[in-house]
């Protein structure tokens, strides 16, 4: 009790009791290892250099070597919590959640099961036993924080009052794997964001402010893509006019082009996402988030970088009148790399349509299309063009 209070963060310690043999009682302390984060006695951390204990601050070299160990390893390679019985293994991860995910039949012995686990990556075997990897504890986690650091990796959503951090109205942290919590998320997210009318050819209707498609591939981004070697968690936070969706992590492209391109530093939990239904297929979730986004008139999604974060944030509507130049520019870009990666080209026709202009005010929209082409956003798909009235556009890197 004295040396665990005394440790930061704290040691799940297992202890062992048994005799050995005859006169011969055990006491066996089982310690595991840090992960991302050293832990520090009494606020200092110490590393063992030849025969001597010293303060990790004095060997910054080492440290670095220490944490780089795990650094770019993917998911399905880390233990996360080692020499577990099968008993253990189903009380701590939902199974269930699997196979009704994956739509196969529940096996009818654990020891079926644990060999479809391990197939999958998410335990896998060695000398010492079964251990749970940290793609089968983040995915099927009754609890997260039955997982030393994962708890760290709950989403977090927080709902604000007005456009500010002034006042918070209400918060929720899902503590459960992400498949467990998935649609409880989506669904609890729903339930907060105001609801627009929509009025149809005959009946009138209430929609919530951003399709929920959108926000499904952009939540399902946010998980799949963030650096799980950061500190911080996944969040969402819901203003009046906006909602920011971030993940912890630099991204590994551009933010220009998250729109065409795909790269994952999660592969393995990319795959099982999209195989459970999650997301879409490679590169495709985003090109549906902004096609649907775009559908409802929504001012452009604007993609940040800050820090140790990266956030996606969806606009409330407003009407062109209301588009500063640069969410215009925005528009305009994302109109034409959508129309690219779609297969077509973008027109004054087309982003007119897209932006809610009449046709008889195309010159406004001509305006924008210059602006993109001076600002390198877009470019004229064919220079040689002489009419015109049919010039159409791509983005700057087609």
């Not at 990266?310 to 790399?337: D, G, I, M, W």
């Not at 600002?375 to 220079?383: G, V």
């Amino acid at each position: 009790m004295w040396l665990s209070l005394r440790l930061s963060p704290k040691v799940d310690f297992e202890v062992y009791e048994f005799d050995y043999s005859e006169g011969k009682h055990i006491s066996m302390y089982r310690i595991p290892a840090a992960v991302n984060v050293p832990v520090e006695f009494t606020n200092v951390s110490y590393i063992r250099v030849g025969s001597l204990t010293k303060k990790l601050s004095m060997f910054k070299d080492k440290e670095a070597k220490i944490w780089k160990k795990n650094s770019g390893k993917p998911l399905n390679k880390i233990l996360v919590k080692n020499n577990v019985s099968m008993q253990e293994v189903i009380s701590l991860l939902s199974v269930e959640t699997y196979f009704d995910l994956m739509k196969l039949p529940m096996p009818t012995t654990q020891q079926a099961i644990i060999e479809k686990f391990k197939t999958e990556q998410l335990i896998a075997e060695d000398e010492t036993g079964l251990a749970i990897t940290e793609l089968g504890a983040i995915l099927f986690a009754k609890n997260l924080a039955d997982f030393d650091n994962l708890k760290r990796k709950a989403v977090r959503v927080i709902v604000y009052k007005g456009k500010n951090k002034l006042e918070t109205e209400r918060e929720q942290m899902f503590s459960k794997g992400y498949a467990l919590s998935f649609e409880n998320m989506i669904d609890w997210i729903k339930g907060q964001l105001p609801a627009n009318e929509e009025i149809g050819k005959v009946l009138r209707r209430e929609v919530t402010m951003y399709p929920e498609i959108t926000i499904r591939e952009i939540m399902a981004n946010m998980i799949i893509h963030q650096d799980f070697t950061e500190l911080g968690f996944p969040m969402v936070e819901i203003y009046s006019d906006r909602m920011d969706i971030s993940n912890p992590g630099l991204p590994l492209i551009n933010t220009d082009r998250f729109i065409d391109e795909y790269v994952s530093r999660n592969e393995s939990l990319a795959d099982i996402m999209r195989r459970m239904g999650f997301c879409e297929e490679k590169g495709s979730g985003m090109d549906k988030a902004l096609i649907n986004s775009e559908l409802y008139k929504l001012p452009p999604m604007r993609f940040s970088v800050s820090e140790n974060r990266t956030t996606v944030t969806l606009f409330s509507y407003r009407p062109l009148s209301e588009f500063n130049k640069q969410e215009r520019l925005a528009a305009c870009y994302q109109h034409a790399c959508i129309k690219y990666v779609s297969g077509a080209m973008m027109t004054n026709q087309s982003l007119r349509e897209r932006l809610g202009v009449e046709q008889k005010n195309y010159p406004m929209i001509s305006r924008i299309i210059k602006d993109g082409i001076d600002s390198n956003l877009i470019k004229e798909a064919d220079p040689e063009n002489k009419n015109r009235r049919y010039v159409k556009y791509i983005p700057y890197w087609a």
